[in-house]
């Protein structure tokens, strides 16, 4: 069998909106159809009834997502109704998760052209009720909101993997002794280099606004905070004084979609453009689900083997910074990795973690970042709740 090459024709995503926030008003499945109209529309030779599949990942589905938003976002965009689409669910890696099924159906031969990417509305997330054991309870019933982290957990599940989200980036900070102090400073930087970013004008080349919102920038970069501002907030997670995760030095609650458009070679001669990037490798890897925050250890490491690459060979990293310990955590454990080449664009804690689309988010940065250097091998990774990492590796 003959491995395809797959390329990244061009990569997008909305602005990055905050919980609440200017993209609140708009659902799921129209972000999602933004984006992947965004695309056509900067592909003006593709015609659309040429796209296999529309693969995008959502980490949520219990709203206006439901119905596979995929199919929903690839009607609402206007593809001829035989472009199927498919949605896919692995948490904060859902949407690179997608670009790696995408790209494997390409590299095998079974698709040509394909939209892959990813969506979340954090805000518009519903609470959920369950069903009662029993017709007509007396009692009072209880709501789940569906936001984020655990709900309606097994009780079968051992206690220690089903600590918060936060407590787990608490466990991190102490496996590696990384300090309250240490995490305030990694956010500060994380604001100001996506500061930077976008003053400099590095995010126009992929960002599309959504039209009638007023919001053209991401909406939870601190352009003005500083360690003393950071170092003001109480500690989230931890009330014995031990604490040091907080809502500062954590990534926020967020809406937006990504999607990225791959092709093969003759998918690529009907794009008429010139590829940003080629994929190369992936790695998908578990761990003790209370150490989330350290999947993407393991997974960027058989990834760069399997790419035949080490972390001397980088142009550029984007990890998602769920916490700051979490992504500390993860640089200590990778001594050979230079930590300026991480997130030079700022990362979650600044940009935004809207937990469907981040992994579409980091695989578009990278391949726009690998064009704009002209050559170069980059890596897109997250840690994923519930203890999987999962990691990508671009070349150009």
Not at 17 to 39: E, I, M
């Amino acid at each position: 069998m003959t491995i395809r090459d797959v390329y990244i024709v061009d990569a997008v995503r909305t602005p990055i909106g905050k919980f609440g926030g200017a993209l609140s008003s708009v659902r799921p499945d129209d972000l999602a159809a933004h984006v992947v109209r965004a695309l056509l529309d900067r592909t003006p030779d593709l015609d659309p009834a040429r796209i296999d599949d529309v693969v995008l990942g959502a980490a949520n589905g219990a709203g206006e997502d439901n119905r596979d938003v995929a199919r929903m976002a690839a009607l609402l965009a206007g593809l001829p109704v035989t472009v199927p689409g498919v949605t896919v669910n692995r948490l904060c890696g859902s949407g690179l998760e997608a670009v790696i099924q995408a790209a494997r159906a390409v590299a095998l031969g079974d698709a040509s052209i394909v939209v892959a990417g990813g969506v979340e509305s954090m805000s518009r997330a519903p609470w959920v009720l369950q069903k009662p054991e029993r017709a007509f309870p007396a009692g009072h019933q209880q709501l789940h909101s569906t936001t984020l982290g655990w709900r309606m957990t097994n009780p079968r599940m051992p206690a220690e993997w089903t600590v918060p989200l936060g407590e787990g980036a608490e466990l991190v900070a102490d496996k590696h002794g990384i300090t309250r102090e240490d995490q305030d400073a990694f956010a500060l930087a994380s604001h100001r280099k996506a500061a930077r970013a976008w003053s400099e004008g590095l995010y126009d080349a992929e960002v599309v606004p959504y039209a009638g919102v007023d919001l053209v920038r991401d909406e939870c970069v601190r352009d003005n905070t500083s360690l003393e501002a950071l170092g003001k907030l109480r500690p989230s997670f931890r009330a014995d004084g031990r604490g040091t995760v907080t809502a500062g030095n954590a990534s926020p609650l967020n809406d937006g979609a990504a999607a990225l458009l791959l092709v093969d070679e003759a998918g690529l001669r009907a794009t008429g453009r010139e590829p940003l990037a080629r994929i190369r490798t992936s790695a998908v890897t578990g761990i003790e689900p209370q150490l989330f925050g350290l999947g993407p250890v393991e997974a960027v490491r058989r990834a760069l083997g399997r790419a035949g690459r080490d972390f001397d060979d980088l142009t550029t990293f984007e990890l998602n910074e769920a916490f700051a310990a979490q992504a500390l955590g993860c640089l200590a454990e990778w001594p050979g990795l230079d930590p300026a080449l991480v997130n030079p664009r700022g990362g979650a804690i600044a940009v935004g973690h809207p937990l469907g689309a981040s992994g579409a988010r980091l695989a578009g940065s990278v391949a726009h970042q690998l064009a704009a250097a002209g050559s170069g091998t980059g890596l897109a990774a997250l840690c994923i709740g519930v203890g999987q990492g999962l990691a990508l590796v671009l070349e150009r």
